[in-house]
Nanobody, 125 residues
Framework: RFSCRRLGGGLVQAGDSLRLSCAAS????????MGWFRQAPGKEREFVAA????????FYADSVKSRFTISRDSAKNMVYLQINSLKPEDTAVYYC??????????????????WGQGTLVTVSS
């Protein structure tokens, strides 16, 4: 239902910046609160950030708050995740997702009902 991908392409190294985008087929993304998760090899899916339907509220995992920015552009029907100062520890598959009703900002993957296919971010040192 959701499609997420990196923008710009190219190699990703520690210290680089990267922007991920999320788009949806069918219902407009503006209808949904949205979130980003990531899953590193061998680990559970981890909450990263969330944004409200109109972009007025954002919420971040403590571990990424200083480097990650979630945003949305209603005119383009897109949600973004900007990652600055990439670290090798950021290596993961990143997913956009929409939470269930009244679940904005939830850090539990079980509270999200729609998921993108994920895009792999590999950060070399």
């Amino acid at each position: 239902r959701f499609s997420c991908r990196r923008l710009g392409g190219g190699l990703v190294q520690a210290g680089d910046s990267l922007r991920l985008s999320c788009a949806a087929s069918g219902r407009a993304l503006s209808t949904y609160d949205m979130g980003w998760f990531r899953q590193a090899p061998g680990k559970e899916r981890e909450f990263v950030a969330a944004i409200s339907t109109n972009g007025g509220r954002t919420f971040y995992a403590d571990s990424v708050k200083s480097r990650f920015t979630i945003s949305r552009d209603s005119a383009k029907n897109m949600v973004y995740l900007q990652i600055n100062s990439l670290k090798p520890e950021d290596t993961a598959v990143y997913y956009c997702a929409a939470p269930k009703r009244s679940a904005f900002g939830s850090q539990a993957a079980s509270m999200y009902q729609f998921w993108g296919q994920g895009t792999l971010v590999t950060v070399s040192s």
